[in-house]
């Protein structure tokens, strides 16, 4: 809960189609109910979409500020990282809290993941920008994913897509937090801390992603 303390909204600055926007924007009609999931395929991946999981993070603490008071509450979004194949890092510092919230799912099938995603309910869906498959389903796995999920975006684990139409930008605050994910992994992943500096503009990264169909985004599981 250190991001309840430590980030306000006014910290993210969002813009979908290149014109100024919110959060309400990317997630329509966004509650403190939604579920996040994000898939990840590359050490530290989720690093790449920081900008937007932290920017839910801090709209589900403005909620419960709203609801409860500055002190009122202790509750931690339910909010979750799907590692394929392989832990892929500990994004504990996103806020993604307590540690189950990172799932190990195995990189047999994109049922396997697709269960995964379901039997957490996820309504907001962010996936790797990679080539589009034909997973083949199973149908009551599609059926439950297109009657609850009902955002899905692009990202990349650099930090940047192509076509991209919505940006993220945080603070030094929110890229602290993504140093200490980077610095947990240690010298072994230098070209990751590279891929990041590379974003950055004056210490802060602006973060790209694509707005997806729910089929567009199950055909990258």
Known sequence: MHTAAELASSDFVIEVAGRPAS???????FTDRDRLGVIVRRHCGATGAS???????????DIQRERYGS??????????LFHVGECWGDHGMLDVWPSHKEVLVGNESSEELLRAVNDRAVTRL???????????????????????I??????????????????????????SYVDAVLGAEGGSR?????????L????IATETYRRLSLD????RL
Request: proline share 3%; glycine share 6%.
């Open 51 to 61: 900008g937007l999981i932290l920017a839910a993070v801090t709209a589900f603490y």
């Open 71 to 80: 002190d009122g509450f202790f509750i931690y979004p339910d909010y979750f």
């Open 126 to 148: 962010l996936v790797e920008d990679r080539e589009r498959r034909e997973p083949g389903f199973e149908r009551p796995s599609l059926a439950s994913a297109r009657n609850r």
């Open 216 to 219: 567009e985004a199950l055909a």
């Open 150 to 175: 009902v955002s899905a975006l692009a990202y990349s684990a650099d930090g940047r897509v192509t076509e991209s139409d919505v940006t993220v930008t945080g603070n030094r605050k929110a890229e």
């Open 200 to 203: 950055r503009r004056d210490g």
């Open 23 to 29: 959060l309400q924007d990317v997630f329509r009609d």
């Open 190 to 198: 230098v070209e990751t801390k590279a891929a990041r500096d590379a």
